[in-house]
């Protein structure tokens, strides 16, 4: 297809010789004698170029220029003057592509002709690639382009079509209340409300009230009726956080209004249906729960009716330009700054760490390089000191020759335990529960390996 270009100058003689000499490089010329016929012509149809005179009889080239550019934000345009740099400066801060002098020599036009050209299809490649990449490669906000993404993503698409109960499972930081919201948020239940409970933040004695309201004088401190989470929930979505760190008894209350779909309140005789769409997360492995009996596997059966499992970072590593990019463009804008990337070293680096955190951990991670940085490229010295200590030493690497195997075992479980714990910022509750023991065990762990816990969080 022909490209299109608008040449806008009063000067007859000129209009002719530039139409001449476009047409016959191939161009499809529409020539105009004024700036206002130049707005007009843009609303009726693109250019992928606009050659404008500066000086022109009414309004001048350069106040068309902001005209034209709401109608076509990309429309590049090139003035030509014959009054030197004061004009041409004039029109490139509107928003001109460039400019050229009369008189000129066509050789020279060409090039620059040609070199719009290219920009103007260049702009119009990223468009489509960016396009691309948001209808292929996210929901949204949910970024990633590994297939294991992906297959979550044909998961969400396909159960919000429904109404039935979501079992979300993954590693802490996955994203697995981002997915929560996305179902919701996609589901015909989008207007509704969308309610959070976090089955293991409420003290128990709080717990039934917090989940289906009381009636006012039903306890002590009961000023007021006040509803549940279940009910406010009503015609929406609630959302069961943390589900595998609830108390049996907790489950067993669950356990009713999943089956029944209805409930009293505190101190109330009323019984209460409600329609509700459930969704349940956990970073437990929740079938092993059930056979070690500490999770009912009634309760079990009826939340793993469709289930997503969220693939750690470590396993998806592909993830991490795309997540870096991202979390990058939201730290510039929160914080005001003009980050444009991380150095290519700076990623491997990034590659190399197995983000016990996961998706959390990454975007605090580029947030603190973010503040850390003074230039517009991310460089490792940017990064935390443990995760910049990887690319000297591998993560646990085993000797060659093993002369001891105990001592190699606690030599590795020391590193990992490190680590962690500076994945934490130092607490030990959060690390004990990334590396799946008790908080006890790892106390016991943190004194026989004499790991000193107060350093990794001042550092
Ligand atoms: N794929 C992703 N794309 C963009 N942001 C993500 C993605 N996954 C996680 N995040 C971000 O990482 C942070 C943690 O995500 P989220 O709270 O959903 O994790 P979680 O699995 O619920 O973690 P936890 O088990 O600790 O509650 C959030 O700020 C979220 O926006
Ligand atoms: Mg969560």
């Known amino acids: 297809m022909n490209e299109k270009v608008l040449i806008v100058d009063d000067d007859e003689s000129m209009r002719f010789f530039l139409n001449e000499a476009l047409t016959k490089r191939g161009y499809q010329v529409h020539a105009v004698s004024e700036a206002e016929s130049a707005v ?19 309004m001048s080239g350069v106040e068309a220029i902001p005209l034209i550019k709401e109608h076509d934000p990309e429309a590049v345009i090139i003035v030509m003057t014959a009054y030197g740099s004061k004009h041409a400066l004039d029109a490139m801060r509107a928003g001109a592509y460039d400019f050229f002098t009369k008189p000129f020599k066509i050789d020279e ?7 719009a050209l290219e920009k103007r299809q260049f702009q119009r490649d990223i468009k ?3 396009q691309k990449i948001r209808r292929q490669y996210s929901f949204e906000n949910i970024i990633g382009s590994s297939s294991a993404m992906q297959q979550v993503y044909e998961l969400i698409q396909k159960v919000v079509q429904t109404d039935v109960t979501v079992l979300i499972c993954g590693d802490s930081g996955t994203g697995k209340e981002l997915i929560a919201q996305a179902i919701h948020y996609h589901s015909a239940r989008a207007e509704k409300p969308f309610v959070k409970l976090n089955c293991v933040a409420i003290p128990e004695g709080l717990l039934e009230s917090e989940l289906f309201g009381h009636e006012k004088g039903s306890f002590t401190g009961a000023v007021g009726r006040k509803s549940g989470k279940f009910e406010l929930a009503n015609t929406g979505t609630i959302f069961l956080d943390e589900i595998g760190d609830m108390t049996l008894s907790t489950q067993a209350k669950i356990l009713r209004v999943l089956q029944e779909r209805e409930f009293e309140r505190v101190g109330g005789t009323e019984t209460i249906s409600i329609d509700v769409r459930v969704i349940a997360a956990t970073n437990k492995d929740l079938a092993k729960a059930v056979q070690e009996q ?4 009634d309760l079990y059966f009826r939340l793993n009716v469709f289930s997503i499992v969220v693939p750690p970072l470590r396993d998806r590593k592909e993830d991490i330009p795309l997540l870096v990019d991202y979390f990058l463009q939201q730290a510039n804008e929160d914080m005001h700054r003009s980050v444009s990337g991380v150095s290519r070293d700076t990623m491997e680096v990034l590659h190399m760490y197995h983000w016990p955190g996961n998706v959390r951990e990454l975007e605090n991670c580029v947030r603190r390089a973010v503040v850390m940085s003074d230039e517009e490229i991310i460089t490792p010295n940017c990064l935390p000191a443990y995760i ?3 690319a000297e030493n591998p993560k646990y690497t085993l000797p060659e020759t093993i002369e001891s195997l105990d001592n190699t075992i606690a030599d590795v479980e020391k590193q990992i335990i490190v680590d962690t714990l500076h994945s934490t910022g130092g607490v030990q509750s959060k690390a004990a529960k990334l590396l799946g023991i008790s908080e006890r065990s790892l106390w016991h762990r943190v004194k026989k390996l004499d790991i000193n816990v107060s350093r990794i969080k001042t550092g």
Request: proline residues 3%; neutral net charge; charged residues 30%.
């Open 109 to 115: 036009m060409s090039i620059v002709i040609g070199r």
């Open 128 to 130: 489509k690639l960016e």
């Open 388 to 390: 910049q200590s990887i």
């Open 40 to 58: 007009d012509a843009v609303k009726q149809k693109t250019f992928d170029l606009i050659m404008m005179d500066v000086q022109l009889p009414g």
């Open 294 to 297: 500490g999770f009912r596997e």
